[in-house]
């Protein structure tokens, strides 16, 4: 919930199902999400039953951009989710710009996006490489393996430079579902539900794939240029949206084995964000689910840190952002229908705010921007950090 994810909370409501598409037959037309359809099913984006309801319970069960809100049985394919204008409960406010969203309540009318560009299929991740902005477009369900995914080009100006730049219906190129997306050493990696693929970050090149023994529901990706790393988040669970397998993170090494972390990891992992630190990484990660906190593990010290209290829950997109020598952190909600800022003192402010499935965004920080998928409207908005 790259995350990042861009789910978790990276993941995903129901979405209208089709069936796998094969190379020789075009790719189905990008879904169009309206205010009484919405068009998906992170994990890394969630089902939900009412906007205003936590998308999880149990923060040992993962819920992640995509699970079943708490107490309420998964929606079954193809079963439409909550028209728009019922997200947010009648006559609640939606909070001013800088100030914290209520817990419980999907925000309204936020701050002014510095763009806002529509033409995308169920987009799930922003990943920001200098001008170039990459975004993954699952173009369905997010556990269907249709192969009809595709990487969208937008440039910081908001333009969508190509919109099918890695296209599944290309006959060399595979991709059902993307997600969390991460570049080391000119190779960009995605999360694609069970495997991770690899493409040449400059031709989008087909370079292979990890496959990760018992992963459900990969999400979100991130990457340390310190240790080489590339983590993946797996918010195990099935299409039903009910938890299935053990929700862990992967950290694939030099030699392209995934290993489980040695921390202990529940809650639907979605949104990740690293640092580098004296004798290793420092992981952060984000839950799709009600616990509406950002976790930590030093693997120097090997020990968890403290929990950062998020105002909301069902978490997806997580990233670490410095400016003018104060560090925070930004990540989504999908409960709140908000982005926050959350500083070294834990006062949140909204960055952003009114999103059905604020997914897993990208922050450019050269010109202050955090951009955002709009899950559930097939668009992509820009906001000032």
């Known amino acids: 919930m790259s995350i990042r994810s861009s789910l978790f909370i990276s993941l995903f409501p129901a979405l209208v199902l089709g069936s796998a598409c094969g190379k020789k037959t075009p790719p ?92 995308f299929a169920t987009p799930e991740s922003v990943f920001v490489d200098g001008e170039t902005y990459y975004v993954s477009n699952i173009n369905g369900a997010p556990l269907d393996k249709d192969d009809n995914g595709f990487i969208s080009k937008l440039g910081a100006d908001g333009k969508i430079v190509e919109l099918k730049w890695i296209d599944a219906s290309k006959a060399d190129v595979e991709l059902n579902a993307p997600k969390g997306m991460g570049v080391l050493d000119g190779v960009l990696y995605v999360a694609d539900i069970d495997v991770v693929r690899k493409f040449d970050v400059k031709t989008g090149a087909p370079l292979g794939a990890i496959t990760v023994p018992n992963a459900s529901f990969l999400n979100d990706i991130v990457v340390s240029a310190k240790s080489k790393t590339v983590y993946v988040s797996d918010s195990a669970i099935g299409a039903d949206f009910k938890p299935k397998g053990t929700p862990a993170i992967y950290a694939i090494g030099a030699d392209g084995t995934p290993k ?95 999103f059905e499935g604020p997914a897993d965004f990208g922050v450019d920080l050269a010109k202050k921007l955090v951009v955002v998928p709009h899950f559930m409207k097939n668009k992509v908005a820009a906001f000032s950090l």
Do not use: H, M, Q, R
Request: hydrophobic share 45%; net charge negative.
């Open 260 to 354: 489980a972390i040695e921390a202990t990891v529940t809650g639907g992992p979605n949104g990740l964000a690293v640092e580098a630190a004296d004798g290793g990484d420092i992981l952060y990660w984000v839950g799709f689910d009600d616990a509406a906190a950002i976790v930590s593990y030093d693997f120097g010290k090997k020990a968890a840190g403290a929990n950062v209290t998020v105002p909301a829950g069902g978490l997806d997109g997580l990233a670490i952002v410095e400016l003018d020598g104060a560090k925070s952190f930004v990540v989504s909600s999908w409960k709140a229908g908000s982005v926050f800022k959350i500083g070294a003192d834990g006062k949140a402010t909204v960055l952003a705010s009114g």
């Open 28 to 119: 189905p037309e990008p879904v169009k999400a309206d205010a009484t359809e919405p068009a998906k099913a992170d994990a890394t984006e969630p089902a939900k039953a009412d906007a205003t309801e936590p998308a999880k319970a149990d923060a040992t069960e993962p819920a992640k951009a995509d699970a079943a809100p708490a107490g309420d049985a998964a929606p079954a394919a193809g079963d439409a989710a909550p028209a728009a204008g019922d997200a947010a409960p009648a006559g609640d406010a939606a909070p001013a710009a800088g100030d914290a969203a209520p817990a419980g309540d999907v925000a309204a009318a936020g701050p002014t996006p510095v763009f806002d560009t529509e033409g």
